[in-house]
């Protein structure tokens, strides 16, 4: 199942055009990344203390429409993709007004210790955040799976 992040876009948020900066949907991924694993008792924090660490290696995203001053976003994040030592997140932002999808991506985690030198994930945070019966299909009608993420 897939979480949602509410974003209420500010001024800061924006170009001089009113338009949300386009690299500031990453750092709504990264909140919505955040919160999907704590709500799922996963405690960044805790981790880092203890030398684990999620690093981004590859990140993509499709623009569909603007956002604009004013406009509060939905951001829904969920678990594409496991590997032994990565996790792929893929996101996808709607107005909550208008619920029109904004923007698509996918932000994908390697997951390193201390020395940056790739860590097996561990079996209770696997468990954890690929309770995901529907998968990324849940993000759309059946209609448009094709085009999600391609």
Known sequence: ???????KIYYEDTDCGGVVYYANYLRYFERART????????????LTEE?????VTDASLKYL???RYGDVL??????EKTGPASLVFAHKVT???TGKDLV?????????????????????ILRAI?????????????????????
């Open 104 to 124: 698509e991506g996918s932000v994908k985690l390697g997951c390193v210790g201390r020395d940056m030198r790739p860590i097996r994930l561990r079996p209770e």
């Open 65 to 67: 429409a603007p956002a």
């Open 95 to 97: 107005s909550e007004g």
């Open 51 to 55: 030398g684990l660490f999620f690093v």
């Open 130 to 150: 690929t309770n995901n019966p529907g998968g990324i299909d849940e993000f759309r009608p059946r209609e448009q799976q094709e085009s999600f993420l391609m």
């Open 1 to 7: 199942m897939s979480e949602s992040l509410r974003v």
């Open 74 to 79: 939905l951001i829904r994040t969920l678990v």
């Open 35 to 46: 919160e999907f694993m704590e709500s799922r008792g996963i405690g960044l924090k805790a």
